[in-house]
DNA sequence: TTGAAAAAGTTGGAAAATCAACACAAAACT
DNA sequence: AGTTTTGTGTTGATTTTCCAACTTTTTCAA
């Protein structure tokens, strides 16, 4: 398969660096996040790769379902923009949306989780939305595009918003406000987002956020971080937690042996996608 | 210049008719809303025109600034659904936006604005943003589609989203948490949609709503009805307030002179879109 | 009716992207 | 060390898009 990456080439030029497969097609995954398009030409020149290089990347992006391919480039994901997922097979969930699939089923009738802001964590929105249950659950986001995903919960199903100051960009809202909030609960179970996660804990570019996802871990039972594949050996400078804190891991590939056996050894939970189970 | 539209040609065929040209650019528009990425050869095949066609019309969409081009197509503004009603001329400006403009008029530099649910009450929120202003403003609001459209607010500029049980009928939350977190602030105005308005006062369908309206009333110095022309003369059982609770109203047609009359009596502001004025 | 302006269609060569196949280098594994 | 796997570059035939110039059709108004 295709689980272990190749070390960055590191070889280094007059001034820049070549990286590595991994990092590249992380930076394409910003970059998306900025511009809502972008082109193989313009990819391929700025790290100096080959176009079929490029190519290659945003053919594997796109299978993973982290972001639609287009005639001479690609272009990002709308979140929570994926309403027929409960009708479809589950032999046909693609990558990013098995993360949402796994996490969905840790959730137990009568229970009250809080789910965190972020496209991967969004994920799980229509899948819970899909399952009956036989006592009404409860739940708690400050994301939008959870919500919003949750085509339609039975009406004795709660949903409830945090307050705070609205942030276009993760279409969310974060602050005081929202930290006060939650506070103000106890649930059994929490879903996290992170931008990297590596031996040391996981990690976030916003600090408002990060603010966020310690609150309701501090609030929940269980703690699950929702990660997908590309945001393995990431580290970014706002640290969340280390990985002790968490209740499990739920990823849409199989990590490499050493890390998976490192949680083991932890005590912490891995559900990663597995192409046979399902 | 390329200002005035042509009629669409509306020459009939078996099935499909041909769309003008502005009608062809608006279901471009419509369709970037949904699909972050559109192509010239689908679109070319779809309005069954020549791919040149549909070139012009990205380009001309694109320096309006109303979407990205790219090669092969063009892709969605970054997040903002309809930043360009600015540049629009007024003249275009249609029926229910009309009552959202003169909305926004009401907002001065400074302000902290109350912001209601509701399709009418939400048209307010392009062109608030669309305003520059001396002093930061402060919007709250328990209606996520206001936030969203609010294309995009200069960063000292806050949105505050109230907590609360999310609607997904409304886009809304209501509930005590609503309202208490409501009565935390203070407003100078608050924009209240309603279902229907009569000499009694007006009404909603939904009696959570319907508290959430009086706690904004409640909280803020001035209250402007937003309702369009068909809400006139109609009752719905949940009353939110008399009249006289208003500082004004803002509608999209002049009404009957009998009830305007009324209101110049009651000391309440009307504000209704006159043709030649604008 | 006639004529100017706007919108849409047509054409051909240049530029860019796609796809498949193969070659090569660097890691990873045994 | 030697083999396998993986990532990347290269090539060339094919398809698609782009651009500019020109023609045709439609619209509108004098």
């Given at each position: 398969?295709?689980?272990?990456?190749?070390?960055?080439?590191?070889?280094?030029?007059?001034?820049?660096?070549?990286?590595?497969?991994?990092?590249?097609?992380?930076?394409?995954?910003?970059?998306?996040?900025?511009?809502?398009?972008?082109?193989?030409?313009?990819?391929?020149?700025?790290?100096?790769?080959?176009?079929?290089?490029?190519?290659?990347?945003?053919?594997?992006?796109?299978?993973?379902?982290?972001?639609?391919?287009?005639?001479?480039?690609?272009?990002?994901?709308?979140?929570?923009?994926?309403?027929?997922?409960?009708?479809?097979?589950?032999?046909?969930?693609?990558?990013?949306?098995?993360?949402?699939?796994?996490?969905?089923?840790?959730?137990?009738?009568?229970?009250?989780?809080?789910?965190?802001?972020?496209?991967?964590?969004?994920?799980?929105?229509?899948?819970?939305?899909?399952?009956?249950?036989?006592?009404?659950?409860?739940?708690?986001?400050?994301?939008?595009?959870?919500?919003?995903g949750m085509a339609e919960l039975a009406d004795h199903e709660d949903v409830l918003m945090c307050p705070?100051?609205?942030?276009?960009?993760?279409?969310?809202?974060?602050?005081?406000?929202?930290?006060?909030?939650?506070?103000?609960?106890?649930?059994?179970?929490?879903?996290?987002?992170?931008?990297?996660?590596?031996?040391?804990?996981?990690?976030?570019?916003?600090?408002?956020?990060?603010?966020?996802?310690?609150?309701?871990?501090?609030?929940?039972?269980?703690?699950?971080?929702?990660?997908?594949?590309?945001?393995?050996?990431?580290?970014?400078?706002?640290?969340?937690?280390?990985?002790?804190?968490?209740?499990?891991?739920?990823?849409?590939?199989?990590?490499?042996?050493?890390?998976?056996?490192?949680?083991e050894r932890a005590g912490i939970r891995l559900l990663a996608w597995r192409e046979d189970t399902h």
């Open positions: 398969m295709a689980l272990v990456g190749t070390k960055p080439a590191l070889i280094e030029g007059d001034v820049a660096l070549r990286l590595g497969k991994k990092e590249r097609q992380q930076r394409i995954l910003q970059e998306l996040q900025v511009h809502p398009h972008v082109r193989v030409a313009t990819l391929a020149e700025r790290f100096d790769v080959a176009t079929e290089t490029i190519r290659r990347d945003l053919d594997a992006l796109s299978s993973d379902g982290l972001i639609n391919r287009e005639f001479g480039g690609a272009s990002a994901r709308p979140m929570g923009h994926q309403p027929d997922l409960a009708q479809r097979q589950l032999s046909a969930v693609a990558g990013f949306e098995r993360i949402g699939m796994l996490a969905a089923d840790m959730v137990r009738s009568g229970d009250v989780a809080m789910i965190d802001a972020g496209s991967t964590v969004a994920q799980i929105a229509p899948f819970l939305a899909a399952r009956t249950t036989k006592l009404p659950r409860t739940f708690l986001t400050n994301c939008y595009a959870v919500v919003h705070g100051q609205f942030n276009r960009r993760e279409n969310a809202v974060y602050g005081n406000d929202t930290i006060e909030y939650l506070r103000r609960f106890h649930a059994n179970i929490a879903f996290i987002g992170a931008s990297g996660i590596s031996r040391q804990g996981f990690s976030d570019v916003n600090r408002r956020a990060v603010a966020v996802k310690r609150a309701m871990m501090e609030r929940s039972d269980e703690t699950w971080l929702m990660v997908d594949h590309t945001k393995f050996d990431q580290r970014y400078l706002e640290n969340v937690a280390p990985l002790e804190e968490l209740t499990g891991i739920i990823t849409d590939r199989q990590p490499e042996p050493e890390f998976a056996s490192q949680l």
